[in-house]
């Protein structure tokens, strides 16, 4: 089955500065990446998602990355403020599948 | 329109104890899905239900089940609790259209 490794496990940023996460998959059918954002005591919430066919996706601050060939997408946070700081999972899965594979999770801190 | 609930939120169990997790959607979606959540592991597919009346196999369904009550309750069941069980339970759900899923608050469950 998919494999989903991500990278690093925690990351410290000063407000202003980017952030990025990186995420690896080993199944090349997987064909949607889903990044979610979790906070404390909460669900994790979608914040974006790519699918293979395209290789980069943008919305405001946040941009996701995809490599099919080397297997690997990753999350950019521009600007980041402290309302950024929360665990963000990276996932893999094949569209209209069931299931998805998760990271084991970032948890990043903006420091003010 | 409260999205995806779970009950309850906090539940301390013995061992050997069994106990039943709720979950209720009202977006009127077709797949909703168990997942465990334990530190530096990410979300783990426990069992997930593509439609009203089908139940399948996750990646770690050993020593759960569950009932796909109707189109909005989907229920997880630890019949004999263990203490490798102590972990953070979320349900999700999907309309089947798009591959979002949203995810309920959790459950946190601890098995002495």
């Known amino acids: 089955g998919e494999n989903v490794e991500q990278h690093p496990s925690t990351l410290s940023v000063q407000e202003g500065d980017s952030a990025v996460i990186k995420c690896t998959y080993s199944d090349s059918a997987s064909n949607y990446f889903p990044w979610y954002k979790q906070e404390l005591g909460k669900g994790p919430q979608l914040i974006i998602d790519i699918r293979s066919n395209v290789g980069e996706k943008k919305d405001q601050r946040i941009a996701v990355t995809l490599n099919k060939t080397a297997k690997h997408f990753s999350l950019h946070i521009t600007e980041t403020q402290p309302e950024d700081s929360a665990v963000y999972f990276c996932?893999?899965?094949?569209?209209?599948?069931?299931?998805?594979?998760f990271g084991a999770g970032t948890r990043l801190t903006v420091k003010p | 329109n409260a999205g995806v609930t779970q009950t309850p939120k906090f539940q301390v169990l013995k061992t050997g104890q069994s106990m039943t997790l709720q979950c209720a959607q009202d977006m009127n979606h077709n797949s909703m899905y168990w997942y465990r959540q334990d530190p530096g592991m990410g979300l783990r597919l426990i069992y997930y239900s593509a439609s009203e009346g089908t139940t399948d196999k996750g990646e770690v369904p050993n020593g759960y089940n569950v009932s796909r009550l109707n189109k909005r309750e989907f229920s997880l069941r630890l019949e004999s609790a263990a203490p490798s069980q102590t972990s953070v339970y979320f349900c999700?759900?999907?309309?089947?259209?798009?591959?979002?899923?949203?995810f309920g608050p959790g459950t946190r469950l601890t098995v002495l």
């Open positions: 996932a893999a899965t094949i569209l209209g599948g069931n299931d998805m594979r």
């Open positions: 999700a759900s999907r309309i089947g259209i798009t591959d979002t899923q949203y």
